[in-house]
């Protein structure tokens, strides 16, 4: 079993800054790639972003393509998304999540999933 927890979520502007971060613990022994998905309210769970063990593939959304970047601290077994330019169709949860093969852009790769945090951008 892997625990994923997300931190960092809070109300901003538009134009704002944001980092959120995933801590995993538990079976982290395993080689997971980490990945982001965000859920706005009556909306379906959408990629964002996704990044393999070793940082070798990294991908977006095209919505957040040259805003968010994603990065990871493999000795903390940390993920980071850095969001710049905030808009408010950014609203959403942020879900962290982890996966062993493929790229991460499909929820069915991923075996595990954080909790969520909120992110609101205000217009």
């Known amino acids: 079993q892997v625990q994923l927890v997300e931190s960092g979520g809070g109300l901003v502007q538009a134009g704002d800054s944001l980092t959120l971060s995933c801590a995993a613990s538990?079976?982290?022994?395993?080689?997971?790639?980490l990945g982001w998905f965000r859920q706005a309210p009556e909306k379906e769970r959408e990629f964002v972003a996704a990044?393999?063990?070793?940082?070798?593939?990294?991908n977006y959304a095209d919505s957040v393509k040259g805003r968010f970047t994603i990065s990871r601290d493999n000795a903390k077994i940390t993920s980071y998304l850095r969001m710049n330019s905030l808009k408010s169709e950014d609203t959403a949860v942020y879900y962290c999540?982890?996966?062993?093969?493929?790229?991460?852009?499909?929820?069915?790769?991923?075996?595990?999933w954080g909790q969520g945090t909120q992110v609101t951008v205000s217009s």
């Open positions: 538990g079976r982290t022994s395993r080689r997971y790639g």
């Open positions: 990044t393999t063990w070793n940082g070798g593939s990294i």
């Open positions: 999540a982890a996966f062993l093969s493929g790229l991460g852009y499909t929820i069915g790769e991923y075996e595990y």
